[in-house]
Each structure stands twice: as C-alpha cells, then as structure tokens.
C-alpha cells in the first residue's frame, strides 16, 4: 500500500502548534528544532510505569496525521475544517482510511530512504484540544475532542533511518515482520 505525502510541518516555536514547510530532514534525533525533537524525553503521563520525570528514549520523535481522520473528527466536532498544523502535526498524509490502525513495528519510507517506525496510536490531548478550541473560538471543544478523536489521532513514530522527505512524495508502508 502505498500513501501520499500531503503535507509537512514542524513545531519549533514556544507552542504546541506547528507550521507548515516543504522539506523536513529526518535524523536520528527526530525532527531538528521541532518540540518532540531528541534521542530521550522525559516520562510522563503516558508512561506512568516510569514515573514523572525520567530520562527515557524518545519514541514520540514525529506526528503522523491523515486527511481522512482530521476531517472524520471536523465532521464530529461540527467544524468546517480541523488543520493538522493546529494539533502538533509533522506529516499529514493522504491515502489510507483508518491510518491510526497501522500496526505499531510498521514502518514508513519515502524515495530519500528515510525511514519512521511507528510506535504506536498517538493519544488525544488537552494541548490539541486547546489548539482546536482557541483556532475556532469554541473553549467547549476542548475536552470534546479528546474524546471524538480517540483512535484518529494518527501515529507517532521514531526515525530508523535518516533523509529528507517533501510534500508530494509517496510513502511506501513495510508491514511488521516484512522485509
């Protein structure tokens, strides 16, 4: 199966929301600059068998989105649109209906050979809820959207193997245990 590249961002300011940009240059430490960027992060509330605060690995590195998802939820929420950029995203694709189902151990590679490998379903937030909210002036939306979201979040990843990648490109999906 094979997705399409829609569209790139990256969250390399103070806040949760991302901004859009032709070309990201995968690494080993994830995305230069972005949020989510680095080899290690520390625990929290998704991984409470750590406790708060400990140095882990970052297998949280990039945010996949799709376009069917984010419309699903708009759809739900009774908005007009829901942006990826509004909810952290670093790669919305095009191509797959339910994309959050991709088996975590999947991975993604794109014509440069830069590879992700999905961690697992990324979970509803606050933050994003907030972002929501506050781009469509409905503070109740907020919590709303953790729960209208929930398995449509699209995936988290870390990076196996470094290179750019371009909106437009395609993405070829290897299924785990594949070669």
Do not use: Y
């Not at 989510?36 to 140095?55: F, I, L, Q, V, Y």
């Amino acid at each position: 199966m094979t997705l399409t590249t829609t569209a790139l961002f990256t969250a390399d300011g103070d806040g949760f929301v991302s901004r859009g940009v032709p070309e990201l240059f995968l690494s080993f430490d994830g995305i230069r600059g972005d949020r989510h960027a680095g080899r290690t992060r520390e625990s929290d509330a998704r991984t409470p068998w750590h406790g708060r605060g400990k140095d882990i690995a970052n297998t949280r590195q990039v945010s996949l989105l799709s376009v069917e998802e984010l419309a699903e939820i708009a759809a739900a929420l009774g908005l007009g649109a829901l942006e990826a950029h509004w909810v952290g995203a670093n790669v919305l694709v095009e191509g797959m209906a339910g994309f959050t189902q991709l088996p975590s151990a999947s991975r993604l590679m794109w014509p440069s050979g830069a590879t992700l490998f999905v961690t697992e379903p990324n979970a509803p937030c606050r933050h994003a809820g907030a972002a929501v909210a506050k781009a469509h002036g409905r503070p109740g939306i907020e919590l709303e959207f953790a729960k209208v979201a929930k398995g449509k979040r699209g995936l988290v990843a870390l990076v196996e193997r470094e290179g750019a990648i371009h909106a437009g490109e395609a993405i070829r999906i290897v299924p785990p245990g594949r070669g």
